[in-house]
């Protein structure tokens, strides 16, 4: 159980950090406005806007089997 938390918990740290590295990155491209190199060119921080989000996402993850919430797996919850 030990092994675990420290696990969870260097997941969510690396997670974290991730996510706010990606997150500075893409919101730099905002405030730069850049655009993809392209025949139609779209703003690049809309494609990368997922990154960050996916790393927030992962971090939540870490953070509540840290603090010890059950999470249902997939087969629980068609079960239910």
């Not at 405030?31 to 139609?40: E, P, R, W």
């Amino acid at each position: 159980a030990v092994l675990m938390k420290l696990v969870h918990l260097i997941g969510l740290v690396a997670a974290l950090a991730a996510a706010w590295i990606t997150g500075t990155e893409t919101m730099k491209q905002y405030v730069g406005n850049i655009f993809t190199m392209a025949h139609n060119p779209i703003p690049k921080w809309i494609i990368s806007v997922t990154i960050p989000y996916g790393f927030g996402s992962a971090a939540l993850y870490f953070l509540r089997h840290l603090l010890g919430e059950r999470v249902q797996t997939p087969t629980e919850v068609i079960s239910a």
